[in-house]
């Protein structure tokens, strides 16, 4: 059976597949290169009559090519044929893992489960799972699951099979009154044997000190965000209890502050901070901000001088300035705030494939942060005295003048539309396609060595800070990026 897979192009001729599809070895092909590249052999294995791929020696049809070949991914050799891709062949049950990917109608994300959904009989084009079940299922408005609708009432509001026809139930645990759909357990005390069964399952693996650290914990954090959250998050929060365990039997005693923040930095301690909380109001380890300060500032110097690989070009000059700053004898945090605009020069160096900064490379810096223009003068000056570069900043304005792009509205408009008609996940196609949006919708001309850079609090606001303006883009920019 033949169907057609949208947006899809021939993997000989590259057209779009618009009414035929067959696929081989992971590749599709229209009905003309089909005819040209396969013709009707007599399998060697079978021996039927199919159509055979041509230069194939000895002949085999696609089905004996599945037979009596382990699948690529688990392995199994008595299983029901899946899929055949270049690599080999594929169980059903595997076969979804190699499911090309997707974009769905409502989300616009690229998913592997995206297919053609029907809602009532009607046809509702490409939807993804979550995106089918918000449509297709309603909320009950008693038990709050998502079933399908077996009863309105006046107002319209939707009820599942089991509120409507059964009595309101009794919680096993707690004998409060529940909805039916719900179950036998409420909400609540479902999470609380989930939080029960995991700290049971991981408290033999700490030390004897720690075990009993580890149930204040759990009690402590049902109290300070509740069931739920502490049922859903305890197996993260244990990870951290288990490093610091691992820890202290090392050293032979309860590490202070300052020794986790050496041994796991701030970052960590930041991202397991109800741990940290939970270990001060216990006196167990107490907190100092001023060492927190202190090595959140050696954490990032030392990121920044470890971020390149070692006899480069650019990792001696971050480590020369390193040296250099440190012999004037500054403050830990101006020895950071000095090193920050350096840093990223120089990442623009490595993205660009220059060894030493240019002045193009400069001008694209600042361009897109004109407010690193006193931050980097210091390096710039290091650079000119110490490494023979020619860099100027007195021609540099902390406020950009913007031009306009030398190409024509239609013209960038078809850039654009090239860019997202292939979309990618690596860095240089993000990049591609946020200068080619800038450059179309605000008419603004992108320098050439330029990053645009993109925090998640952007990915929020849609809109990008660059030039020292706020630039907005359409959201449909921003799901390809995400």
Avoid at 183 to 208: A, H, I, M, N, Q
Avoid at 422 to 435: G, R, V
Wanted: glycine residues 4%; aromatic residues 14%; proline residues 4%.
């Amino acid at each position: 059976m033949f169907f057609v897979t949208p947006n899809t192009y021939c993997s000989n001729c590259s057209n779009k597949l618009t009414n035929w599809d067959y696929r081989y070895q992971g590749r599709h092909y229209c009905r003309k290169c089909y005819d040209r590249l396969f013709s009707t052999k007599k399998c060697s294995k079978c021996g039927h009559n199919k159509k055979i791929r041509k230069g194939l020696s000895p002949p085999i049809c696609k089905k004996c090519l599945l037979q009596n070949k382990p699948c690529i991914r688990c392995k199994k050799t008595d299983y029901l044929p899946g899929k055949l891709t270049v690599h080999g062949s594929v169980c059903k049950s595997c076969a979804k893992y190699f499911r090309e990917y997707k974009q769905c109608n409502t989300c616009s994300q690229f998913k592997y489960h995206v297919s053609n959904r029907r809602i009532n009989g009607k046809k509702v084009g490409q939807l993804c799972c979550s995106c089918y079940n918000k449509i297709a299922y309603c909320t009950c408005n008693k038990c709050h699951k998502k079933r399908n609708p077996f009863y309105y009432d006046f107002d319209q509001r939707a009820y599942c099979k089991q509120c409507t026809q059964i009595k309101n139930r009794q919680c096993t645990d707690c004998k409060k009154n529940i909805p039916a759909g719900i179950g036998k357990v409420c909400e609540k005390c479902s999470f609380r044997r989930t939080l029960s069964k995991r700290v049971k399952f991981y408290k033999p693996l700490l030390s004897d000190y720690f075990q009993q650290h580890f149930l204040d914990f759990a009690e402590w954090l049902v109290k300070r965000r509740g069931t739920n959250f502490a049922a859903t998050s305890i197996k993260r929060y244990f990870e951290y209890f288990f490093q610091l365990d691992q820890f202290t039997l090392e050293i032979k005693r309860f590490p202070s502050y300052q020794q986790i923040l050496h041994q796991f930095s701030v970052k960590k301690t930041r991202k397991y901070l109800l741990v940290t909380k939970f270990l001060d109001e216990l006196e167990i380890v107490k907190l100092k901000p001023e060492v927190k300060e202190q090595y959140s500032h050696l954490n990032t110097i030392e990121k920044y001088i470890t971020y390149f690989e070692a006899e480069t070009t650019w990792h001696s000059l971050i480590n020369d300035y390193y040296v250099f700053l440190k012999q004037k004898h500054i403050t830990l945090k101006s020895l950071r705030l000095a090193l920050t605009p350096a840093f990223h020069l120089l990442k623009n160096c490595q993205y660009f494939c220059f060894e030493n900064p240019t002045q193009d490379i400069l001008d694209g810096y600042l361009w897109a942060s004109p407010g690193q223009k006193s931050a980097i003068t210091g390096f710039v000056h290091f650079l000119n005295k110490n490494h023979s570069c020619s860099i100027k900043l007195e021609g540099i304005d902390k406020k950009i003048k913007l031009s306009r792009p030398l190409e024509s509205n239609k013209h960038l408009k078809q850039k654009l539309i090239s860019t997202l008609r292939f979309p990618t996940k690596s860095e240089q196609y993000i990049q591609t396609l946020l200068k080619r949006a800038v450059e179309y919708l605000h008419l603004i001309k992108v320098p050439n060595y330029t990053i645009i850079t993109c925090s998640k609090k952007t990915f929020q606001t849609q809109h990008l800070h660059i030039a020292g303006q706020k630039l907005y883009i359409p959201n449909d920019i921003f799901t390809f990026m995400d």
